[in-house]
């Protein structure tokens, strides 16, 4: 029998993300009125995340050391983020839940490519494409109330920080869903992980105390909003972007680790 990891390597990732991108657009074309539909309701949640912003700033110059124009780059990445997280990782990893309840996750061991690739990329949500070109209008739109574009090197450190950025968020998903592999039923967790999510369209400099240390280092939400717009802004420094960039590999490879040995606890709900 040739080695499983032998065979792993050798599969075309490349052309199997294509192939699954392909798939997911289909499937999601095959409906297109759903598609507009939804396309539409982005729309309408992109003016909707503006109004606590708007309310704020109404009275004020400032809050916590933020105008209105760079508390708006935040929210831009906010959406950015929102839109990869519910377009690219939440569709593919939620079903792994089931899979594993029904068993059929056992299909996805069988095939010669590395598992957690397959269900990382078994589902994409198409139209999620509004949320991000929506919030990368809200980031031109607050430079043009800036008056000035961000400098070519700033705009090189936040693409690198938006990386870590989806980095983490793809590693915290995964550790839900290695927890699943013990404890099936897990939806409040996904829940609770999804509305912590929504505190990340404050800048972390808006949070007091221990909450502020928890949205740094625990939940790392500075790391997936702040300190890109930050990088933007050209206010943050390089030693705090080359830690965020680090941690985000550490908890990167952390999530690896829990998923192998997730799968080394499998028992087949199907056996």
Not at 50 to 76: E, H, K, M, N, Q
Not at 154 to 178: H, K, R, S
Not at 255 to 271: H, I
């Amino acid at each position: 029998m040739p080695d499983r990891g032998v065979a792993a390597a050798r599969v075309p990732y490349a052309r199997l993300l294509a192939v699954q991108l392909r798939t997911s657009l289909l499937t999601a074309m095959q409906y297109r009125l759903n598609f507009v539909v939804e396309g539409l309701m982005s729309l309408y949640w992109l003016g909707w995340n503006l109004l606590p912003l708007l309310v704020l700033f109404d009275t004020r110059d400032s809050v916590a050391g933020w105008d209105y124009p760079s508390a708006l780059v935040v929210i831009g990445w906010f959406v950015v983020l929102r839109g990869i997280l519910e377009g690219a990782i939440n569709p593919s990893l939620t079903d792994v839940v089931e899979r594993l309840r029904t068993g059929s996750f056992d299909y996805v061991l069988l095939k010669p490519a590395d598992a957690q690739f397959l269900v990382s990329t078994s589902r994409f949500v198409p139209w999620r494409i509004v949320d991000v070109c929506g919030g990368i209008g809200l980031i031109v739109w607050a430079f043009a109330m800036r008056g000035a574009a961000p400098a070519p090197g700033d705009v090189a450190a936040a693409l690198g920080l938006l990386a870590a950025a989806i980095m983490v968020m793809y590693a915290l998903w995964i550790l839900i869903v290695c927890a699943a592999f013990w404890v099936v039923r897990l939806d409040n967790l996904a829940f609770l992980l999804s509305a912590v999510f929504d505190a990340a369209r404050w800048p972390v400099h808006v949070f007091r105390g221990a909450w502020r240390i928890v949205f740094t280092f625990v939940i790392p939400l500075a790391l997936m909003t702040t300190y890109p717009a930050m990088a933007l802004l050209g206010t943050l420094d390089g030693a705090t972007a080359a830690g965020a960039v680090g941690g985000a590999l550490a908890l990167l490879g952390l999530s690896r680790l829990a998923w192998r040995a997730a799968l080394g606890n499998y028992t087949s709900a199907s056996s």
